[in-house]
């Protein structure tokens, strides 16, 4: 377990921490009291679990004399997020790193790793009931991140890894990463898999401008191409049993994975590009894929829903950078869902797949 104080804070999606006004939180307005909602699905209590929460070790950031810019929502003052959970009825939350460290060495990103993951166990079980996370590891070297898993799922009790959508140019399909993809099947972890950031990603300035695209748009489309070479390059059929969770309802993918089931059709000839053994609207629904819920409308929940079903479906809310603070009431204002959909997308999934209770070894 980790030794001494880890204060732990809340970092930007597109890496630049973003400040926050004087006196405001995200997600709850200053006023408003802080006495904890909670969710009953037709009169049954419901425990609800955020998938997609960010944070930062200030300590790891501290060894590349870097600051997590966000003091004002760093866990020394947890109070504030758990007012914040108990305005919108999150009972838990999933809390992951967004990969700052990948064009770490060895040494330096093996003392990182330590330091954040031990921090986040700290955290968790501190607050057992409100948090669980998911260890972080340096891709970059996969050997090393296969001993960062084992250390911090079986000795910390970290509940699966969270990872970027490439590394260092490469894509997660390619083979190198392999034995770290054959740790978390053998262990029967969920990968949270959030996208980096698309400076890179798109020539032209064309991001840039009105709108935030980077983010609007850059980060679904980071989060497409990443599953989309996951798919075609078969590491998902190499690799069965793997469990991942694609944020911001998977990007793109599921909205138009017909044309990606149609270029196989289309040009039979570029088959020989394409690894998959199935057509890529298969994966939405065999159990290796999952999607947080933040699509923003009922209708786009519907439709996402429509494509996967609704047990691959789990809320996140993107804390503390407030694109929503209403993903339990989109789940109960969706139509056309059961108790027992409504119960798995609040919580039950997420419970599932964390295997909450369970002692992983």
């Not at 944070?55 to 810019?69: D, G, M, N, Y």
């Not at 996967?308 to 009431?329: N, S």
Request: proline fraction near 6%; glycine fraction near 8%.
């Amino acid at each position: 377990m980790a030794k001494g104080n880890q204060s732990i804070g809340f970092v930007n999606c597109d890496w630049h921490p973003l400040r926050t006004p004087e006196g405001h939180s995200h997600g709850i307005p200053p006023e408003h009291p802080t006495q904890r909602r909670e969710v009953s699905v037709n009169g049954t209590r419901t425990r609800t679990i955020d998938i997609h929460a960010h944070c930062v070790v200030p300590e790891a950031l501290a060894l590349l004399e870097k600051t997590p810019e966000r003091s004002d929502l760093s866990m020394e003052d947890k109070e504030t997020r758990i007012a914040s959970m108990d305005h919108q009825g999150l009972d838990m939350a999933a809390l992951s790193i967004n990969p700052w460290w990948y064009d770490l060495d060895w040494e330096i990103s093996d003392e990182i790793i330590r330091i954040q993951n031990e921090g986040l166990a700290e955290i968790c079980a501190n607050d057992p009931e409100r948090f669980v996370a998911f260890a972080t590891v340096a891709l970059q070297h996969p050997p090393l991140a296969v001993r960062q898993i084992e250390y911090g799922v079986k000795e910390l009790g970290l509940r699966g890894i969270n990872v970027g959508c490439y590394v260092n140019g490469l894509e997660l399909s390619n083979p190198i990463f392999h034995p770290i993809w054959a740790k978390c099947e053998e262990l029967d972890l969920l990968i949270f898999m959030h996208p980096r950031g698309t400076i890179d990603m798109v020539t032209g300035d064309r991001l840039t401008g009105g709108g935030a695209l980077a983010n609007t748009i850059g980060n679904p489309l980071e989060t497409t191409i990443a599953l989309s070479h996951l798919i075609f390059e078969g590491t998902l059929d190499h690799f069965p049993g793997l469990k991942i969770c694609a944020v911001h309802g998977g990007g793109y993918f599921a909205s138009y994975a017909h044309r990606s089931d149609a270029v196989i059709r289309t040009f039979p000839n570029r088959r020989v590009q394409s690894l998959c053994q199935h057509h890529p609207t298969h994966y939405l629904k065999n159990g290796q894929l999952y999607f947080d819920s933040i699509v923003f409308d009922p209708d786009a929940l519907r439709y996402l829903i429509s494509q996967t079903g609704p047990d691959r479906i789990m809320i996140g809310t993107d804390y503390p950078f407030g694109w929503t603070t209403t993903e339990v009431d989109l789940v109960m204002k969706t139509e056309g869902l059961s108790d027992d959909e409504r119960i798995a997308i609040l919580g039950g999934t997420a419970a599932r797949l964390l295997r909450l209770g369970e002692q992983v070894s």
